[in-house]
C-alpha cells in the first residue's frame, strides 16, 4: 500500500483566519493527489485534484480563490482553506492512488471554525 | 460526471446474519469499484473491490457482485459481527483515466446483539 500522512489532525480556528492542511505521501511520490470534504453523516465529495508543479483541477462548485491547493513536490500537496467561515467546517481528506486504482487516505483533518 | 447511488442508508440485522448493500451507477466508462468501511471520525478503509471484467469477488465474509450490464454492484457481508458495525461506502472510479472516485451516500450498518 501508500502510507499518507495529513496534518493536523484536528484545528480549530476564528472565522475569517486561514487554515493550511498538508498531506504527506511518505513513501510513494504522486504526481496526483486528491483532496475531499465530508460533512456530518454526509458522503465524500471530491474538491479537486491536486496535480504536481501544476494548477490543481476543480471541481463544480468549489471555489478555487478560497480552497487553494500547492503541489509544489511529489510528496506533498497542501490545502489552505481561506477566510474561513462556519458553515467551512467540516472533515477533509486526502488521497493517493497507487497501482493505478486503489485509493489510500490520509487521517483526514478535522476543521472548527468558530 | 459519474452519479453513484446506495440503498438502503441505514440497516440494522442481528449477529450472525447477512447484510446487503447495493449501488449504482451511472457512467458505463467506470471500470473499478472499491467498498469502503468508515468508523467515526476516521479514513476510509478498503474492504474489497472488483474490476469490471470481474463478475463476483470474495474475501472470507465479505464478497462483491457486479453486473456491468444493469451497472449495478452489491456488498454482501455474512456471519455479521458487532465490529462490523460502521459506515459502509461504495464508490467507482475509471482506473487510468483520472481516477476520481465517486462515493456512494453511505450505509449505517448495525449489528445488533
Partial sequence: ?114 | GENVEQHPSTLSVQEGDSAVIKCTYSDSASNYFPWYKQELGKRPQLIIDIRSNVGEKKDQRIAVTLNKTAKHFSLHITETQPEDSAVYFCAASKAGGGNKLTFGTGTQLKVEL
Fill in chain 1, 1 to 114: 500500500g501508500a502510507v499518507v500522512s495529513q496534518h493536523p489532525s484536528r484545528v480549530i480556528c476564528k472565522s475569517g483566519t486561514s487554515v493550511k492542511i498538508e498531506c504527506r505521501s511518505l513513501d510513494f511520490q504522486a504526481t496526483t493527489m486528491f483532496w475531499y470534504r465530508q460533512f456530518p453523516k454526509q458522503s465524500l465529495m471530491l474538491m479537486a485534484t491536486s496535480n504536481e508543479g501544476s494548477k490543481a483541477t476543480y471541481e463544480q462548485g468549489v471555489e478555487k480563490d478560497k480552497f487553494l491547493i500547492n503541489h509544489a513536490s511529489l510528496t506533498l500537496s497542501t490545502l489552505t482553506v481561506t477566510s474561513a467561515h462556519p458553515e467551512d467546517s467540516s472533515f477533509y481528506i486526502c488521497s493517493v492512488i497507487k497501482g493505478g486504482a486503489e485509493a489510500f487516505f490520509g487521517q483526514g483533518t478535522r476543521l472548527t471554525v468558530v
